[in-house]
């Protein structure tokens, strides 16, 4: 219950096939923290458009994603998932944020750089802003918590610097929130390039496992994985290919890697990139068959939908109304 339990906030955009990256770096964490907080777990449709979309794709996409927390083991009923776009809060919220938010914080963060350069025909305010809508998804629900992998480490500060710089001005508006990175998986890198972060959105499909990816598909892409000559499984960062194989191999079995490097001493990468392929198609073997099963049900999840916007968007409001009032807006006449 608010007032008694902390809340938790944190979203994935619907662009692109989720990653291996994006369930061990964050969703789940999702499912693991959830019995401890009132939660919001948010679809970030408005988000996806800084990057031209395709409107149907996108409308497919952030259903599945929905689905997808479903099956990762969130219950929709204690845990409230919604669509972004389903909460007017959160756009209003951020105009307001966005006039608190200097150029030199946005010019500064290295994802607007990173997007920037890889759209360049289209490097809009959006793209620009994007971390103020961040911002505002988090201090609308007075989020004490948001579990992000670590590219996201650098927007969840300046969440926390927006948020203080109102309080200073206002008194005590917004909660100031933490960001949470788990012990393992923060940070997946791409099977092609170590030095890489895997994202949905790179372009070669073998630099990413795609959660809804078949076994077959798995292994095979990690018998691919760039690694090096070394032919040695270590933990050390002058082997960032095997390294990331190893956090892979932990995040999906909670071992050490202390404990694998031992395992496989003297032993050839075959077996070993063998072994992490088979621990991940492990992890997510329930979870495509649950989210197969979901995907069919589409009276339950059009309920799960609109029941969760309407307590999203009840939270939402106390907070913008309360922000309206402290910056100045005249109140509604009723
Ligand atoms: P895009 O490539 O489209 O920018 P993305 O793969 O980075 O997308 P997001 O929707 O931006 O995915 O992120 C969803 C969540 O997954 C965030 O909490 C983010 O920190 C986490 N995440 C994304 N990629 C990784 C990764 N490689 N390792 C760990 N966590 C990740
Ligand atoms: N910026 C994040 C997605 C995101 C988010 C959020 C995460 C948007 N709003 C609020 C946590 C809390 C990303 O690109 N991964």
């Not at 339990?5 to 291996?20: A, C, D, P, R, V």
């Not at 996806?48 to 994603?65: F, K, M």
């Not at 998932?81 to 030199?104: D, K, P, R």
């Not at 050390?236 to 050490?256: H, M, S, W, Y």
Request: include cysteine; charge should be negative; charged fraction near 30%.
């Amino acid at each position: 219950m608010l007032g008694e339990e902390k809340i938790l906030f944190s979203g994935m955009q619907s662009t692109g096939n989720l990653t291996l990256g994006n369930y061990l770096g964050a969703l789940k964490n999702w499912v693991a923290l959830a019995e401890e907080y009132t939660t919001f777990y948010c679809v970030v449709d408005e988000h996806s458009i800084t990057v031209r979309q395709d409107p149907a794709e996108l409308r497919r996409r952030a259903r599945s994603l929905l689905t997808l927390y479903i099956a990762a083991g969130l219950d929709p009923d204690k845990n409230c998932i919604f669509y972004q776009s389903h909460v007017s809060g959160h756009a209003e919220l951020a105009w307001i944020l966005n006039c608190f938010t200097y150029m030199g914080e946005l010019q500064r963060m290295t994802q607007f750089k990173d997007k920037s350069a890889k759209h360049a025909d289209n490097i809009n305010a959006g793209l620009f802003t994007y971390p103020v809508l961040m911002a505002a998804d988090i201090l609308l629900y007075q989020a004490d918590v948001v579990p992000v992998g670590k590219d996201q480490q650098q927007h969840l500060e300046l969440t926390r610097d927006i948020a203080q710089r109102f309080n200073s001005i206002y008194g005590d508006v917004f909660t100031v929130p933490e960001g949470y990175y788990g012990k393992s998986g923060a940070r997946i890198m791409s099977l092609q390039d170590p030095e890489k972060k895997m994202s949905k959105s790179d372009e070669n499909p073998n630099a990413s496992i795609y959660l809804m990816d078949d076994p077959d598909t798995i292994m095979r892409k990690f018998k691919r994985a760039v690694t090096d000559c070394e032919a040695r499984v270590a933990y050390r960062d002058e082997q960032p290919g095997v390294k990331n194989l190893i956090d892979i191999f932990c995040a999906c079995t909670d071992r050490t890697p202390d404990d694998i490097v031992k395992e496989f001493e003297g032993k050839g990468y075959g077996d070993f990139k063998a072994a992490v392929g088979e621990a991940v198609v492990d992890v997510l073997r329930p979870l495509q068959d649950e989210y197969h099963r979901l995907e069919k049900e589409k009276d339950y999840i059009d309920g799960v939908i609109k029941r969760n916007a309407e307590k999203a968007g009840g939270y939402a409001i106390k907070t913008l109304r309360k922000v309206q009032k402290k910056v100045g807006f005249p109140e509604k006449v009723r």
